[in-house]
């Protein structure tokens, strides 16, 4: 018969076993407090289009509730291999010639990555948006080169934000003017973003 203490003995003595990261396991939370979360949960793509060279994604208006972004994203289309900056801008009180202030960009590198998916490049230092404010997320596209879906993108979401519409900012800086489609739950891109609370 087995004592309850040499099963205790025989457990302490065993050695550990280290898991592959593709495991169902318990992720460490992201540094600041809370696993990182895809804020777009669901998308039925548009139409192909590689017309303009400006940057596209989405306005938001976020919850009550603060969040910290901490990844920037773009979905990989079948022929994508260019690299795109990501950024999520402050829109504050600015019009719609100066969107506002970019508070920081990720470079997504399409050459690899998972095609039929957001790909995804994590913020230098995360990034802390207020609540029932307005941002823009959006990606730097050029003419002619990788193609994107356009405005008809449907994407569903978390709910910690609300997609407001679709957006365009002209040329490649991100204070350049922009325009929207007044839509929401539209998404050029489609750009995302990674967050926790």
């Not at 795109?84 to 202030?101: F, L, Q, V």
């Not at 922009?178 to 609370?197: E, M, Q, R, V």
Request: charged share 10%.
């Amino acid at each position: 018969m087995i004592t309850r203490r040499r099963l205790i003995a025989s457990a302490l003595a065993a050695p550990a076993i280290i898991r592959p990261a593709s495991a169902n396991l318990l992720m460490m939370p992201a540094a600041g407090g809370g696993s990182s979360t895809n804020f777009i949960t669901g998308e039925t793509l548009g139409v192909l289009n590689n017309n303009v060279t400006d940057l596209l994604g989405f306005i938001m208006t976020t919850g009550a509730t603060p969040i910290t972004i901490t990844d920037l994203g773009r979905w990989k289309i079948s022929g994508n291999s260019l690299t795109h900056t990501i950024y999520i801008i402050d829109i504050g009180s600015a019009g719609m010639t100066n969107p506002g202030t970019s508070l920081g960009s990720a470079v997504v590198n399409l050459s690899g990555g998972t095609i039929g998916a957001f790909n995804y490049t994590t913020l230098g230092s995360p990034v802390t948006l207020a609540g029932s404010h307005q941002y823009l997320v959006v990606s730097s596209e050029t003419a002619s080169g990788d193609q994107w879906y356009d405005q008809t993108t449907v994407v569903t979401t978390t709910t910690v934000a609300s997609i407001t519409q679709s957006a365009i900012i002209s040329g490649s800086s991100p204070t350049g003017t922009w325009t929207t489609t007044s839509i929401a739950n539209t998404d050029y891109g489609p750009c995302d973003f990674k967050y926790h609370l």
